[in-house]
């Protein structure tokens, strides 16, 4: 399975400028996708096919990257934005998840 | 405006087959190009994608459950459904179904099913 690994946690100010990794064990192609989760809700989609941006997801959050190498970045930060970041892959079977990003605000 | 909403017997014991239904408004799966998928969450395993329905009744499943796993809909209805067989604690996890393909454009709330004797 492709494994995809994404660092346990980061802490920012509102109103910085924040980057989210997420490495694949092989390659997805441009098939990653990104997800916000709060406590207590399902996964809300940001973006789609590494860079495209959901419908109603604020343009402060964007995408990058292909291959095996992708990063989410949210700028500005704002308070809102705490929650916990999953990326997911749908280029090799079976279809997998990152072990999420837990962001918090100082 | 879609919305999805998962229904589920939330607990049951280990052996059983678990039925799981998904219904959901704001779209058809019988427009072409429509999907309807099940991911689970828990906190051992995390997000886990379980299967696919397309709406020409093509579905996609997850390898590594394959054996164990059903999908099918009613599109006349409205609704998407999920089998499970021979449930283990192990298969504690909030289930979710989703506006899908091969992402998740939108998720129902999901539902907590619990495997325990």
């Known amino acids: 399975d492709t494994v995809l690994t994404q660092s346990p946690a980061l802490a920012v100010s509102p109103g910085e400028r924040v980057s989210i990794s997420c490495r694949a064990s092989?390659?997805?192609?441009?098939?990653m996708h990104w997800y916000q989760q709060k406590p207590g809700q399902q996964p809300k989609l940001l973006i789609y096919k590494a860079s495209n941006l959901a419908s109603g997801v604020p343009a402060r959050f964007s995408g990058s990257g292909s291959g095996t190498d992708f990063t989410l970045t949210i700028d500005p930060v704002e308070a809102d934005d705490t929650a916990t970041y999953f990326c997911?892959?749908?280029?090799?079977?079976?279809?997998?998840f990152g072990a999420g990003t837990k962001l918090e605000l100082k | 405006q879609v919305t999805l909403k998962e229904s589920g017997p939330g607990i049951l014991q280990p052996s059983q087959t678990l039925s799981l239904t998904c219904s959901f408004s704001g779209f058809s799966l019988s427009t072409y190009g429509m999907c309807v998928g099940w991911i689970r969450q828990s906190s051992g395993k995390g997000l886990e994608w379980l299967a696919n329905?397309?709406?020409?009744?093509?579905?996609y499943y997850n390898p590594s459950l394959k054996n164990r796993l059903t999908i099918s809909k009613d599109t006349s209805n409205n609704q998407a459904f999920l089998k499970i067989t021979n449930m283990d604690t192990a298969d504690t996890a909030t289930y979710y179904c989703?506006?899908?393909?091969?992402?998740?454009?939108?998720w129902g709330q999901g539902t907590l099913v619990t495997v325990s004797s």
């Open positions: 329905i397309w709406w020409n009744d093509d579905k």
């Open positions: 092989e390659g997805v192609n441009s098939y």
């Open positions: 989703a506006q899908s393909g091969r992402w998740g454009a939108y």
């Open positions: 997911q892959q749908s280029w090799n079977d079976p279809y997998t």
